[in-house]
């Protein structure tokens, strides 16, 4: 007989990943051949640090001509095509699973930002946007005085 640790929420995770794999199924995460593909969404990441935020977005396979960014207030939206490549080749796919179409992600910013300032570049399938932070809005350090 074998001692088994216990796993209190074990059968919770258990069911979350179960569940997690079933809505992947359902809504086309495994595309097969000749199925239609659903909207997609880059992956994002935001970081801030004292001075501006970042945004870095993974679409590989665009041209920067394919993206379009706005901002309106605190407000970003990044906004794009991913058009889908011609398959007039005599080739028998087996599976298809990169995604095709438009996306639209906005993003709310915590503070405002110095939108004449913002910046995009756009390497190896990743977009960065850089959006310095209002002065005003900047931490600033008061220097104490001894007396």
């Known amino acids: 007989m074998a001692i088994i640790r216990w796993r209190p929420l074990g059968e919770v995770d258990n069911f979350r990943r179960e569940m997690g794999r079933m809505f992947d199924n359902f809504f086309g995460s495994e595309t097969e051949v000749g199925e239609s593909s659903l909207t997609w969404y880059p992956s994002v990441d935001v970081k801030e640090t004292k001075d501006e ?22 407000t970003l939206t990044i906004k794009g095509e991913k058009k889908e ?11 298809i699973e990169r995604r095709y179409g438009t996306f639209q992600r906005s993003f709310t910013l915590p503070t405002q930002i110095q939108g004449n300032k913002v910046k995009a570049a756009y390497k190896d399938g990743v977009l960065t946007i850089t959006m310095p932070k209002k002065e005003e809005v900047k931490p600033k350090e008061i220097p104490i005085t001894v007396s």
């Open 85 to 95: 490549e011609k398959k007039e080749d005599n080739n028998n796919y087996h599976r």
């Open 53 to 74: 935020f970042v945004l870095m977005a993974e679409v590989p396979g665009m041209s920067k001509d394919d993206i379009k960014i706005n901002i309106s207030e605190n």
